[in-house]
């Protein structure tokens, strides 16, 4: 079940680096297992705002880890031990297009030189990793042109100015 409290203590209270921690060892326990569901990420204030989410936990499932074996079968363990630190500190966020799935966006997320395309959606109270993948550069500039999602919560919380 996705993460409620790190030691006893409420996860919304705990240091980021802690619950990052917490939510890589849930990860792999779901690739270990293949069932249920773990929480993968914390979202940057911007990106709640953008999804209309009420809670900053992000849920990867059993059936999205299938889905991604059967589509995208190269991810390594590392790839996805790495979500919850992409989730955390995008490159990018840009709109995804309009479903009737809900809200959704897509976060561009960096693992050493290796870009990542995470689509992230909103299903009733649910905020949901929907997809993930590696992508080349040339994938990022063309989902760039889409239109950034530009908010300074997103700058400052990487660090910039």
Same mark, same amino acid.
């Given at each position: 079940?996705? /993460? ?22 849930? +990860? ?51 790839? #996805? ?26 976060? +561009? ?6 870009? #990542? ?31 950034? /999602?530009?908010?300074?919560? /997103? ?7």
């Amino acid at each position: 079940k996705p /993460i409620t409290h790190i030691n006893g203590i409420p996860k919304t209270e705990v240091a980021p680096g802690v619950r990052e921690k917490a939510q890589v060892k849930q +990860i792999g326990e779901l690739l270990d297992k293949r069932a249920g569901s773990v929480e993968a990420g914390t979202l940057p204030d911007a990106v709640m705002k953008e999804l209309g989410a009420a809670d900053d936990s992000v849920v990867l499932d059993h059936d999205t880890i299938g889905k991604q074996g059967l589509h995208h079968g190269e991810i390594e363990r590392e790839e #996805y031990e790495a979500i919850p630190a992409m989730i955390a500190q995008p490159v990018a966020v840009v709109p995804a297009k309009p479903g009737a799935a809900g809200p959704a966006v897509i976060l +561009i997320g960096r693992n050493g030189r290796a870009f #990542y395309r995470l689509v992230i959606g909103r299903l009733k109270s649910v905020t949901k990793l929907k997809s993930f993948h590696a992508i080349r550069e040339s994938e990022v500039r063309r989902l760039m042109r889409r239109g950034v /999602i530009t908010d300074d919560a /997103i700058k400052t919380e990487n660090g910039e100015e």
